[in-house]
């Protein structure tokens, strides 16, 4: 079986600050992991995906992601917030890249 | 190009009543899915329909909850017997097979709401 927590249901961050959301993991083979973003009203968008290869991974709107297997993390980040960026976050594992299991969520607020 | 799309993009119906939500995944996509979303669960897999195999119903919450997919396309989910707890955004999603299928393309919901 395999489950993801997110720590912090609510994230603030200042315009130009770095964004950090938490991903934990657990999972009983390799997993395949996601984050996705949904904006409000809208549904999910993919940001990016670790599918094995490298532990960095890069996605859209300059966010990216770092598989920590020792720490079974997945942590997603950007440099630079924006105000475009305030949305919702799910992080999601797979053991076979196909069904998702999401976390709880994170909301992020950009404060001007 | 058309992205998926579900429908009825709202629902509103009494408690009891059957309801019916309507799936088109993206073009050639072979594999489709249905999650749920609501403030007390999150976001759930409900079922997962790929090609012509069996489809995975593990995550389906009840047997009133029942889904079909016509000739590898539209999907729709059947929720007999509406409940208030069944009140949520119901979620498809499809992507492609192979390496590319990690992907998942959601559509923008069906809002059921149950009275």
């Known amino acids: 079986a395999q489950s993801v927590t997110q720590l912090g249901s609510h994230v603030s961050v200042s315009e130009g600050a770095l964004v950090l959301l938490r991903c934990n993991y657990s999972s009983s083979v390799p997993p395949y992991l996601f984050w996705y973003v949904q904006y409000p009203n809208q549904g999910l968008q993919l940001l990016l995906k670790?599918?094995?290869?490298?532990?960095l991974v890069k996605g859209i709107n300059g966010f990216e992601a770092e598989f920590k297997k020792s720490e079974t993390s997945f942590h997603l980040t950007k440099p630079s917030a924006h105000m475009s960026d305030a949305a919702e976050y799910f992080c999601a594992v797979s053991p076979r890249g196909d069904k998702l299991t999401f976390g709880t969520g994170t909301r992020l607020a950009v404060r001007p | 190009g058309a992205g998926v799309s579900q429908s009825p993009s709202n629902k509103v119906t009494e408690k009891g009543k059957d309801v019916e939500l309507r799936c088109d995944p993206i073009s050639g996509h072979t594999a489709l899915y249905w999650y749920r979303q609501s403030l007390g669960q999150g976001l759930e897999f409900l079922i997962y329909f790929q090609g012509n195999s069996a489809p995975d119903k593990s995550g389906l919450p009840s047997d009133r909850f029942s889904a079909e997919r016509t000739g590898g396309s539209v999907s729709t989910l059947t929720i007999q017997r509406t409940q208030q707890e069944d009140s949520a955004v119901y979620l498809c999603?499809?992507?492609?097979?192979?390496?590319?299928?990690?992907?998942?393309?959601f559509g923008p919901g069906t809002r059921l709401t149950v009275t």
């Open positions: 999603a499809s992507s492609r097979e192979g390496p590319a299928s990690y992907e998942q393309y």
């Open positions: 670790y599918t094995s290869a490298a532990t």
